[in-house]
Nanobody, 115 residues
Framework: QVQLVESGGGLVQPGGSLRLSCVAS????????MGWYRQAPGKQRELVAT???????NYADSVKGRFAISRDNAKNTVFLQMNSLKPEDTAVYYC?????????WGQGTQVTVSA
């Protein structure tokens, strides 16, 4: 059974940084593309960043230059380093694991950017 567990969220002031982690179990992690998504109150879930099995990354325009996604296959973990955080980055952040038509989601971690 695939399980994804996110951690690292919290309350941070504008301009601050957070590092999110997502640990996967129950799958061969290195075979899956990984991604971070977020959902703010009253809004649809949106893509933040993805990283494929070869390490190629993709970012939403709103986070380019501020966020960085990475993965450690030995630790079955994907990270999201978030710098220069803005109030509009406030959302629940979800980890996604995907391979073809298979997709798995974590439970999410809350990120709140506020003074």
């Amino acid at each position: 059974q695939v399980q994804l567990v996110e951690s690292g969220g919290g309350l941070v002031q504008p301009g601050g940084s957070l590092r999110l982690s997502c640990v996967a179990s129950g799958s061969i992690f290195s075979r899956y593309n990984m991604g971070w998504y977020r959902q703010a109150p009253g809004k649809q879930r949106e893509l933040v960043a993805t990283i494929n099995t070869g390490g190629t990354t993709n970012y939403a325009d709103s986070v380019k230059g501020r966020f960085a996604i990475s993965r450690d296959n030995a630790k079955n973990t994907v990270f999201l380093q978030m710098n220069s955080l803005k109030p509009e980055d406030t959302a629940v952040y979800y980890c996604k694991q995907a391979l073809g038509f298979q997709a798995y989601w974590g439970q999410g971690t809350q990120v709140t950017v506020s003074a």
